[in-house]
Structures are given as C-alpha cells and as structure tokens.
C-alpha cells in the first residue's frame, strides 16, 4: 500500500505562448466567420496550462518604450488603442489587477541579467492585452503584468529579456507574447494574392524556424530578416518581437505549432513553447 503523504507531487513549470491577437476588437464585432478560429483557440489556451497561473506577464507588440518597462499599478485600466471601430467596442473592460510584487521580481531579474528598465504606475493594458486576454482569461481574475519592448530592439536583444525572465515559469507564472505572425496592414485587409501568397512562404519559414532544434532556433530567428518575404510580411517588427521573447524565455525546450490558420488570406500561426 503506497503512502500518500510520502509522496513527492512534480509540479510542472507554466509554458511560454506566442498567440495571436487579431484586429483590433476584431471578436467583439459582427465580422461573421473571419475570425472564428483564432477566437477558439485563444478561448482554450485555459485549459491547456498544467494548472492556473498565479499571474501572467505579457510582451505586446502593442507597447514600446526606451528601456524595457513594467507596470507597476495595481488596478491597470485599458487603453483603447483602436480607431474607427463600433461605439460598443470602446466599453470593453478587464479589471484584472495588476501585481507590483510580481513586477519588482522582474525587474529584479533583469537587472541581474544587466539589462537595464524602468517601471510605469499609469499605464494599462493596451488592445494586444485585453482583447486576447477577455478570451483566454475571461475571468480577469489572474493578476497581470505588462512589458515593453524597447523601441529598436533586435530579436538577439528580446530574446536576452525572454531569457532573463525564464526563472519565473518555475515560479507559476505564465510568460505570454502577444502579437501577429502576419502584420503587414496595408495588404492584409484586402485582397491580394501576391501577399497571400507572401504570408504563405514566411509562415513556412517562422514555422520550420520556430520547431527546429532549439540549438538552432535562435539563431534562425536573430536572422529572421533573410527569411522569405519578411520584411514584406513585417515592414515594422514589433507584431513579431514578441515571439522572440518567449524565445528566449524558452531556452532550449522545444516548440510546436498550436495555431495554425489563414484569415482573409493571409497565413497565421501561433506558437507553445515547453
């Protein structure tokens, strides 16, 4: 007969994610179909953690900053960093509280690392925050933290954050980047098969670069500018960084593809990590 109480429980560390976010409030609006799948599976990523995070820090391509930021506030409100979109869009709310503990402890961490930041007690979570989140933490209930990414960053240079940060993982803290894989907007929001066809071929690359030996993966993604069609993919790269931090934050575990999608056309994918 096993005794119970003498038995050693493993607790598993939180995975990194690199998820989508979409169009602005893109799943709030009657945009019917577009958008479905994208929805589904931020809607799931809850029940895929080995148990509930004690609290979340997010990158998004949303938030640049000189130095890498973090917010400090303990009652975040959202920014609506959208325009043109539906009256009701702008009443969208996610009261999850912040944790200046949670973002002392990496500050901590960076410094350690030698990567100097700063911290901000005013900002709130911006739409590549909140959108996503309502979805995939409808409750609001896990305390949230924000970081920037510093503005003329290299994927080396976000990759050192991400790792830097890895120690919380094992610490029950969820390490999420929010951005696109695709975020071109002048041709992602019409037809064009020459784009299309673009995304296709960049998506293929992220995705063999992303799943390769993590010996090779970062090297692959500090080079991520000689893949196929990528700066017509990513003419700015702040939708992409993110997917660097949880990169670096990674290390050497391996990766897999959770989302793979094409919305109007254009190729997606979303990305695990351990």
Known sequence: ?????????????????????GGGPCFFMDWPHVWDRMGAHLRGIGKTLPRRPSAIVVVSGHWETDRPTVTTGKAPRVIYDYYGFPEHT???????????????????????????SDEDDQRGFDHGVFIPF???????????????LPRHASAVDVMAIGE????LRDEN??????????????????????????????????HQAVTSFPSQRASALASWKDAPFAKDCHPEAEHLLP????????????????????VMGKALSGFRFG
Not at 106 to 112: I, T
Not at 164 to 167: G, I
Not at 178 to 193: A, C, E, I, V
Not at 243 to 262: I, K
């Open 1 to 21: 007969m096993v005794d119970i109480s003498e038995q050693t429980v493993e607790v598993k560390r939180q995975p990194v994610l690199f998820i989508p976010h």
């Open 90 to 116: 702008y009443a969208l709310q996610y009261p999850a509280p912040g944790s200046p503990e949670v973002a002392h402890r990496v500050r901590r961490l960076l410094e350690d690392a030698g990567i100097a």
């Open 134 to 148: 309502l979805l995939a933490f409808p409750e609001a209930e896990i305390p949230v933290v924000e970081l920037s």
């Open 164 to 167: 830097a940060l890895a120690p």
């Open 173 to 206: 803290i969820l390490l999420v980047g929010t951005g696109m894989s695709y975020h071109n907007l002048r041709r992602f929001l019409r037809p064009d098969k020459e784009a299309d066809e673009h995304s296709r071929q960049f998506n293929a690359w992220l």
């Open 243 to 262: 997917l660097m931090f949880v990169a670096g934050a990674a290390r050497t575990e391996p990766a897999h593809r959770d989302y793979n999608d094409t």
